[in-house]
């Protein structure tokens, strides 16, 4: 029997206006999932659906719940000959007009507040897409505060942090202070309650996401933004998603209230709320849901408030992607050596061109004679690195230290 030759189901009133909408706005695919959805409530009976589908089933009608709330909004703003118009139509000629996908349109931009479409007109779904904007650089702090708090052991949690950020030899004290609370975290979770270094890497890059204008990505991207190259595996989406887990869940509270008491000109920053403002959601990425991408809500806040103290460098991604094994130590043996460098380039930085190994060392957690000999070579890895990159012209090896010129 031919789809033309098909008899069609009547429905209720009740639910009939619903299956039509979804069906003028959802693939064939998604439509019978809803269709199999609705009817089953309306018959206060289990939806004959897989549980994949039953889990797209709500997720779909959640969304569709928000898009009609929205669709409705536009059509009261809507101007009188508009809904003259409206009112001379029934259900399906309004569906199928262009009056519908025009208000549909601004709906979905309204409901979701001009991030990527959950409800897009025309065969499409209610499920996020991933935005897809590729970044080529990140902005790299430059600040007292994520120069330290990156590599915080446990004991130092107990309490407030003050970061004295007059300058040196003044006698006047102006400090930032800055707290971290864990607890939201509980004790079901096997993630290490402290800020890592490599949590500042996956930090920088969602940063680097969302100033790109991405605000619903994938833990793919994240890991690309972060240096990387190739195809995440099992282990790495395993890291970056543990390192997100941590960090929306992590409260913190910045606040520079007694800098700008001494200092007038400093800019006031005053933060308390989570470390990473997002949410974990489905969504789809290349045609396929993924129930671990990341909404972003607003600028990373540990990243604007180094922008707005102008302490903050722009790097090339290509500078992550170094010959080293991507270790707790290694990553900080490079975050000091581009922080360092990045304020040698400095004009207005009076910071000598020459590094001290053993400054080095004290900045890196480097300690026994072992340790010191690999980090050298390490360090001779990461310049010659630096230099294919025109980060730096060249460096000379001392006893010392190393000595850079750019």
Not at 92 to 120: C, I, M, P, V, Y
Not at 149 to 158: A, G, Y
Not at 226 to 237: A, F, S
């Amino acid at each position: 029997m031919s789809d033309e030759t098909k008899e069609k189901t009547e429905y209720p009133a009740s639910i009939d206006s619903t299956l039509q909408m979804l069906k003028a706005t959802l693939t064939p695919e998604r439509y019978a999932i809803m269709e199999a959805f609705i009817v089953g409530l309306n018959n206060h009976t289990m939806p004959a659906l897989d549980t994949e589908q039953y889990k797209t089933a709500k997720t779909i009608f959640e969304a569709f719940r928000e898009f009609t709330a929205a669709l409705q909004a536009e059509i009261e703003e809507a101007d009188p000959e508009t809904q003259k118009q409206m009112q001379n139509m029934n259900i399906s000629d309004f569906l199928s007009s262009d009056l519908f996908s025009e208000l549909a349109d601004k709906a979905a931009k309204r409901f979701e507040d001009g991030s990527t479409s959950l409800f897009l007109t025309s065969n499409s779904d209610l499920i996020p897409r991933v935005n897809n904007t590729p970044i080529d650089k990140l902005d790299f702090p430059l600040d007292k505060v994520n120069s330290y708090i990156w590599r915080l052991l446990e004991d130092d949690l107990q309490g407030q942090l003050a970061f004295d950020m007059s300058p040196s030899k003044s006698a006047k004290k102006a400090d930032v202070i800055y707290t971290i609370n864990f607890s939201e975290i509980g004790n079901e979770l096997s993630i290490t309650k402290r800020l890592e270094p490599f949590d500042k890497r996956v930090y920088m890059a969602i940063a680097a996401l969302y100033k790109a204008g991405n605000t619903t990505v994938s833990l793919g991207q994240i890991y690309h933004a972060m240096g990387n190259n190739g195809t995440p595996g099992l282990n790495d989406k395993t890291a970056i998603n543990n390192s997100i887990t941590k960090m929306r869940r992590a409260m913190i509270f910045l606040n520079n209230k007694k800098e700008v008491d001494v200092y007038k000109n400093r800019v006031p920053f005053e933060y308390e709320d989570y470390l990473l403002p997002c949410k974990i959601i489905r969504a789809f990425v290349n045609g396929q849901i993924t129930d671990s991408a990341v909404r972003l809500y607003d600028e990373p806040p540990v990243i604007r408030f180094a922008r707005e103290r102008n302490q903050i460098t722009t790097i090339p991604r290509s500078l992550l992607d170094t010959p080293l094994n991507k270790t707790r130590q290694n990553i900080l043996i490079e975050d000091y050596l581009i922080d360092r460098i990045s304020h040698m380039k400095n004009t207005k930085s009076k910071l000598s061109n020459k590094i001290l190994y053993k400054t080095i060392f004290e900045n890196t957690e480097i300690k026994t004679a072992k340790q010191q000999g690999r980090a050298k070579n390490k360090i001779r890895q990461l310049l010659d690195f630096y230099k294919k990159q025109a980060f730096i012209k060249d460096y000379r090896e001392g006893s010392d230290g190393i000595t850079i010129s750019y």
